[in-house]
């Protein structure tokens, strides 16, 4: 729970009047929220969808178009000091930062960049994150921390062209003054994360500069082509992150000299890709309506994710705004999330069916809606006729756009909640969400869960690895890494459960485990 003072503090920072007026960009992966104007973002919007189109020439890898719902909101709230307030205490150097949630991906950037050459370590920070939710869903085995950081450095340090052209896997710019003068990292470290936590602890250092370099070393040197492809497909069978370096690597000690060489090169090879060779979909700029032009920054603020004590004091100001424009949906959606985040769900129902009143598309308010009626069916006599109403706002979502996450989920969640075994068609639905959404990390662990308790151990095991090794995981991956020690020894086929003591110590709740209600 964030301090009661700085929430207040970012309160004051992310109200002042507005300079231009919001516009709002939306193409194939992105949407984007920023008080800019039309040409600025437009741009902005087109370099992101450029750079992906980039990584996707880079790594073969074509994928589904998100729907409209699972793309990844951008909102520009100014400056770095108010990203920093958004991430919280402990974020004292972030300059942008992404939240991934299914059907509700967020990210936070200070301002827009849409100049050419070399880009501002805002960008390099967006990028960098959109690399991650790139490359997870590439696959669902899951990178060692210095590959999967190594990557994203690898993608971040792009340059757009004023052709339109993008440069990728270019120097780590951003990373040489840590690679000069920050504590070494070898590559025996850089290899075993248990070795590296051993010797480094929480301590700065080079690791990410080492991991962009042994990454982009293993890459483009002719004399170890393949190498990388063998080290992953090692890891991905289940060997040992050393004994799959040194199947693919052999002597670490001479990779290590190798690396050391290669970064003091006067030149490094980098691709760049010509804009012919992108087939990038249409950005369309709007401005918003006068009402969200002033709801904009709470719904900043909202959708970072709110504690309880936070949204109650968020909740007057969107009620102002609300009661300036009654019958704006937008504004209408935003105060039904306000109102459930302050746990007032009949007031957050009234005006989600204001907001549908007006606009009966409004996706928004069908969610707050349906999260509302979901929650008040936790506690209704009737869970039955409950869970059924509550499922109505999710239904007309699906029929709105059918591969938004967040129906399939509560459709599983609806017989969950009420004790019931959860038929075919809903297991199907929760794996499903999953494959749309492979960034969310919680719903993975969910549907873990769900395969386990059916005995499909190693689907279960295919859906815990990744949570497991993410290096920045906290309890989640503690519980993922708990659950695969339990696993071990249980037979496929086999149905398993967490053990109630597993349950009380961990905080896994079979049922409903890792599925928050997005925006909290």
Do not use: C
């Not at 780590?172 to 936590?197: F, I, P």
């Not at 007031?347 to 409004?362: E, Y």
């Not at 929650?375 to 006729?385: F, G, I, T, V």
Request: avoid cysteine; aromatic fraction near 10%; hydrophobic fraction near 40%.
């Amino acid at each position: 729970m964030k301090k009661p003072g700085l929430w207040l503090a970012l309160a004051a920072f992310l109200s002042v009047p507005a300079q231009a007026h919001w516009h709002k960009a939306e193409s194939d992966h992105f949407v984007i929220y920023a008080d800019a104007g039309e040409s600025s973002i437009g741009r902005f919007a087109e370099i992101l969808e450029r750079y992906d189109a980039a990584m996707r020439l880079v790594t073969g890898f074509k994928g589904e178009k998100p729907s409209p719902s699972n793309r990844v909101t951008i909102f520009v709230v100014g400056s770095e000091r108010n990203v920093r307030k958004l991430a919280g205490d402990g974020s004292d150097y972030v300059a942008g930062f992404y939240v991934p949630r299914a059907g509700n991906s967020r990210a936070f950037v200070p301002r827009i960049t849409s100049s050419y050459g070399e880009p501002d370590f805002s960008l390099v920070v967006l990028l960098h994150e959109y690399a991650h939710h790139f490359m997870i869903s590439t696959s669902r085995h899951a990178m060692p921390r210095w590959m999967s950081e190594g990557a994203a450095e690898f993608f971040a340090s792009a340059k757009f062209g004023h052709d339109g052209s993008v440069s990728i896997g270019r120097p780590a710019y951003h990373r040489m003054g840590e690679l000069a003068y920050a504590k070494n990292v070898s590559v025996q470290e850089l290899l075993d994360h248990k070795l590296y936590e051993k010797n480094h602890g929480n301590g700065y250092d080079a690791f990410y500069g080492r991991a962009w370099g042994l990454y982009h070393y293993l890459y483009f040197e002719k004399s170890r082509r393949g190498q990388l492809d063998t080290y992953w497909n090692a890891i991905a069978s289940g060997t040992s992150e050393h004994d799959a370096a040194i199947k693919a690597f052999g002597d670490l000690n001479q990779l290590g000299k190798d690396l050391d060489s290669y970064l003091h090169r006067s030149r490094i090879l980098s691709y760049k890709f010509k804009p012919e060779w992108f087939n990038i979909g249409p950005v369309t700029v709007t401005e918003v309506s006068d009402g969200m032009d002033d709801a904009l920054p709470l719904i900043a603020r909202s959708q970072r994710g709110v504690s309880r004590e936070q949204a109650l004091e968020l909740l007057p100001e969107v009620q102002k705004v609300a009661a300036k424009y009654p019958r704006d949906p937008g504004v209408l959606s935003a105060l039904a999330e306000a109102e459930h985040d302050a746990g007032h769900d009949d007031a957050s129902i009234a005006a989600a069916d204001r907001a549908l009143a007006i606009d009966p598309k409004a996706k928004n308010a069908l969610i707050q809606k349906g999260l509302s009626l979901f929650r008040k069916a936790e506690s209704s006599k009737d869970k039955q006729a409950a869970f059924k109403q509550a499922m109505l706002p999710f239904s007309a979502l699906n029929r709105l756009e059918n591969n938004n996450p967040l129906p399939l989920i509560y459709y599983y969640r609806s017989f969950v909640e009420q004790g019931k075994n959860p038929p075919e068609l809903a297991r199907k639905a929760l794996e499903r969400a999953s494959q749309l959404a492979p960034f969310d990390q919680p719903l993975a662990m969910n549907t873990a869960l769900m395969d386990a308790g059916e005995g499909r151990i190693a689907v279960a095991r295919m859906f815990l690895e990744p949570i497991a090794a993410n290096p920045h995981g906290g309890r989640l991956a503690e519980r993922a890494q708990a659950i695969q020690t339990a696993l071990t020894d249980v037979k496929e086929g086999s149905p398993w459960h967490p053990s109630p003591l597993m349950q009380t110590i961990d905080g896994i709740d079979s049922a409903t485990a890792g599925l928050p209600d997005p925006g909290n």
